[in-house]
């Protein structure tokens, strides 16, 4: 199915493009714009899901990808978010990380970060799969 969009949308991700009036796009990609926009991705907060944080600091990586699509999953022994100081702690199950580190507010953006600083976690990811569909992830790799 085709849709001609006669809007102007545009999408700041780690792929950056314009959908300009009058271009046709297969209906899956209209549909993966949508339930990007869907998930929201938690802001600053003091405690995660139980878990106190040793200070205010967002969500990155795992925990935002858990947070946002609802994941019921183990939570990872060392959970990652995003600090205000220009410092690394480590401390009670969390590593937060400097500003420069913040991740795009999106399935690539967090994704990347869980992928490059948190490395492998076959449980979330399998649950983060279903929980997608495979159209987005494959916009993520490509």
């Known amino acids: 199915?085709?849709?001609?969009?006669?809007?102007?949308?545009?999408?700041?991700?780690?792929?950056?493009w314009m959908v300009r009036e009058g271009h046709v796009f297969q209906a899956m990609d209209f549909d993966f714009m949508e339930t990007a926009?869907?998930?929201?991705?938690?802001?600053?907060?003091t405690v995660f899901q139980e878990r106190r944080l040793p200070e205010r600091a967002t969500p990155a990586g795992y925990s935002a990808l858990i947070d946002a699509y609802g994941l019921e999953v183990?939570?990872?022994?060392?959970l990652s978010a995003i600090g205000d100081h220009h410092r690394v702690?480590?401390?009670?199950?969390?590593?937060?990380?400097?500003?420069?580190?913040?991740?795009?507010?999106?399935?690539?953006g967090h994704l990347t970060f869980a992928l490059k600083?948190?490395?492998?976690?076959?449980?979330?990811?399998?649950?983060?799969?279903?929980?997608?569909?495979?159209?987005?992830?494959?916009?993520?790799?490509?």
Do not use: C, N
Request: proline share 12%; net charge neutral; charged share 20%.
């Open 74 to 78: 183990p939570l990872p022994l060392t």
């Open 1 to 16: 199915m085709i849709l001609l969009l006669e809007a102007y949308f545009i999408w700041q991700d780690r792929f950056s």
């Open 117 to 142: 600083y948190e490395g492998l976690d076959l449980t979330v990811l399998k649950r983060l799969f279903l929980a997608t569909g495979p159209a987005p992830i494959e916009a993520v790799v490509h």
């Open 37 to 45: 926009t869907e998930h929201r991705f938690p802001g600053p907060v």
């Open 89 to 108: 702690v480590e401390r009670a199950g969390w590593r937060i990380t400097t500003p420069r580190h913040q991740p795009h507010p999106s399935l690539a």
